[in-house]
């Protein structure tokens, strides 16, 4: 497993110059959050780090966390970190197929048992044992529990692998679940959420183990704070106009075209942990907000159910409608409520006087 | 009783009673006026209307978020102290005004039951809360606190490192995540909203129908009970 140089020797074959590499150290330092100084120290540290050995699985998923990273316009260190140099299984890129590869990934697991990562994309389906997604005749529940079972550490890349994502969206036929939760008595679990979950955050992650030869700390969800400590709200480049409290009212109107906050749009920013306004998307192009897209809030578990409809501030009243306004079925709870109170009282006390006068003057009389 | 008969007025002044001792006023007044100022900037956080003019002139969200966040602390300071007295205060103010357990209170729901289903004319003498009241005071309270379980789970997550509020991110997870928070947050103000109503509304018929001077009571402490042939029957 140990084998010195493999990373300088990678970097040669691709054409990566070494100021790339040190400028990689550096973008991995800032979203570590540790000082830029310390990119020399990572790079040494990476080029000395064991070669780690990775598995990649996909269940119920539509790829989109590969297509994430292997849509970089060029071979980037990040790219031979993941895929070239230590990916022994994975699915949509392997050159392997059939027995052969079921094997190749069996003998992984066997030789390397309690040492390697498994990385996994997409939720595992437990409906009708197991049968909704099946690799080799073994179902992902089967496979998951063998592989992450014996894994050094289990990462679940994306919102469907962390926390269900869309198959797990009610009314989610194929009881999917997370990881997390499909492997009883996982090691070393962490959620890197978001749909897709963003390259440079996996890239981060295993720099980070490289270096540090331990995990990141985590959040209550088990993501890593580097990454998810921060609310999107917190990092916006709008925010200056959330606080003024200037929105965009309607799609292309003015102030959209100036760029002001997408609030009332449905944002999710404020109720998402995400590092995307940091280090953005496609490396570093732009991310949905800055294009004047609302934050759907995509790494936050159950995204689909909780955060919808994404072009609402917030989900409407159950029985009154899809989308349906709080505040119009809140006033009418309330005025209805206080109508009846008050239409009933005095009826009560109208009534109670006439049958006070009744009784002759007898205001207490009871009638019982 | 024998805290609040001893502080009945002497034969001079009939009828008049200490309910409502100083603290009891003064946490209601401070919970009521502390939820008008947080529906209204709450209702605007929720639902902005957008500022104009040059955005560096412009801090209405943030002006907002800082009285709402005041007011919360008044709110949560008066909510706990209200509460903490329940187990100090006189019989009045105690716990068990608002939960019928003993027999005698729940004779009183009965009754205040039948007054309310017209089978019965004249308002059953209580010198606290009727039976009644003290049960819509569980859901008030109940919502008060859920409106602040919620307000610290959503200020948690703005609430800056080191902050000692940031505790109640554990907070979030059993709320059902940020966004059911908010929601959670923003319909319990209208149930809220709702059920402030039906007290007001209550408290005036009762006050009408009991001649109690129970409005005033919430402002002077003392209550009108005129001495009636079932009054201490049913004072329990």
């Given at each position: 497993m140990t084998e010195q140089g493999w990373l300088e020797r990678e970097l040669k074959a691709h054409g990566v110059s070494r100021r790339e590499?040190?400028?990689?150290?550096?973008?991995?330092?800032?979203?570590?959050?540790?000082p830029q100084t310390v990119a020399e120290n990572l790079?040494?540290?990476?080029?000395?780090?064991?070669?780690?050995?990775?598995?990649?699985?996909e269940f119920q998923d539509c790829a989109g966390n590969t297509e994430s990273f292997l849509r970089a316009s060029r071979p980037t260190v990040a790219e031979i970190i993941l895929e070239k140099v230590s990916l022994d299984y994975h699915e949509t890129v392997m050159a392997a197929a059939g027995h052969?590869?079921?094997?190749?990934?069996?003998?992984?697991v066997k030789d390397y048992a309690g040492k390697y990562i498994a990385m996994v994309e997409g939720s595992i389906p437990t409906g009708a044992d197991g049968a909704y997604c099946t690799i080799g005749g073994k179902s992902a529940l089967q496979i998951a529990r063998e592989v992450c079972g014996a894994a050094a550490a289990t990462v679940a890349v994306g919102t469907c692998a962390a926390f269900g994502g869309i198959p797990a969206a009610r009314p989610n036929p194929t009881g999917a679940v997370a990881v997390g939760d499909a492997v009883p008595g996982i090691k070393n679990l962490i959620n890197l959420s978001a749909c897709p979950a963003n390259a440079e955050n996996i890239t981060a992650l295993l720099v980070y183990y490289l270096t540090m030869k331990q995990w990141p700390p985590l959040d209550q969800y088990r993501r890593p704070l580097f990454a998810y400590g921060k609310l999107i709200h917190d990092n916006c480049e709008r925010r200056a106009y959330f606080d003024a409290g200037q929105y965009v009212e309607a799609w292309g109107d003015e102030a959209h075209r100036h760029g002001r906050c997408l609030y009332k749009l449905g944002c999710k920013g404020p109720v998402t942990f995400q590092n995307c306004p940091v280090i953005q998307w496609n490396q570093g192009t732009n991310w949905p907000i800055g294009c004047g897209h609302p934050?759907?809030?995509?790494?936050?578990?159950?995204?689909?159910?909780?955060?919808?409809?994404?072009?609402?501030?917030?989900?409407?009243?159950?029985?009154?409608?899809?989308?349906?306004?709080?505040?119009?079925?809140?006033?009418?709870?309330?005025?209805?409520?206080?109508?009846?109170?008050?239409?009933?009282?005095?009826?009560?006390?109208?009534?109670?006087?006439?049958?006070?006068?009744?009784?002759?003057?007898?205001?207490?009389?009871?009638?019982? | 009783m024998n805290d609040a008969s001893a502080r009945r007025l002497p034969e001079s002044a009939p009828g008049r009673v200490y309910v409502w001792e100083l603290p009891v006023r003064v946490t209601h007044w401070a919970i009521f006026l502390s939820v008008v100022v947080l529906c209204v900037t709450g209702t605007y956080i929720g639902r902005p209307f957008s500022a104009g003019?040059?955005?560096?002139?412009?801090?209405?969200?943030?002006?907002?978020?800082?009285?709402?966040?005041?007011?919360?602390?008044?709110?949560?300071?008066a909510l706990a102290a209200r509460i903490g007295w329940m187990f100090f205060g006189?019989?009045?103010?105690?716990?068990?005004?608002?939960?019928?357990?003993?027999r005698e209170r729940w004779r009183g729901f009965v009754k205040t039951t039948k007054f309310y289903c017209f089978l019965r004319h004249s308002f059953p003498e209580t010198i606290g809360l009727n039976p009644m009241l003290g049960l819509l005071f569980v859901g008030i309270f109940a919502l008060e606190l859920l409106m602040a379980a919620t307000g610290f789970a959503l200020y948690s997550v703005l609430a800056p490192i080191g902050s000692p509020m940031r505790v109640f991110r554990f907070l979030v997870p059993i709320l059902g995540g940020l966004q059911d928070a908010r929601w959670t947050h923003h319909v319990g103000m209208w149930l809220l909203i709702t059920l402030v109503l039906?007290?007001?509304?209550?408290?005036?018929?009762?006050?009408?129908?009991?001649?109690?001077?129970?409005?005033?009571?919430?402002?002077s402490g003392y209550k009108l009970i005129v001495d009636r042939q079932d009054g201490e029957r049913d004072n329990g």
């Open positions: 590499f040190v400028k990689f150290c550096a973008t991995m330092a800032a979203i570590l959050a540790l790079a040494e540290a990476i080029e000395k780090a064991d070669k780690p050995t990775l598995i990649w699985l052969q590869a079921e094997a190749a990934l069996s003998k992984t934050c759907l809030g995509c790494a936050e578990p159950n995204f689909w159910d909780r955060m919808t409809p994404f072009y609402r501030h917030l989900e409407g009243v159950p029985g009154f409608g899809l989308g349906s306004n709080v505040d119009r079925v809140g006033i009418g709870l309330a005025a209805g409520v206080a109508g009846a109170f008050a239409i009933h009282g005095v009826a009560r006390v109208v009534s109670a006087r006439r049958a006070a006068r009744a009784d002759g003057e007898k205001p207490e009389g009871e009638s019982q | 003019g040059a955005t560096t002139d412009r801090f209405v969200m943030g002006i907002m978020k800082v009285v709402h966040f005041y007011a919360a602390i008044v709110f949560d300071v006189n019989r009045y103010a105690c716990w068990d005004q608002f939960i019928p357990l003993t039906a007290h007001i509304i209550a408290v005036v018929v009762i006050s009408v129908a009991q001649r109690s001077d129970m409005i005033g009571s919430i402002f």
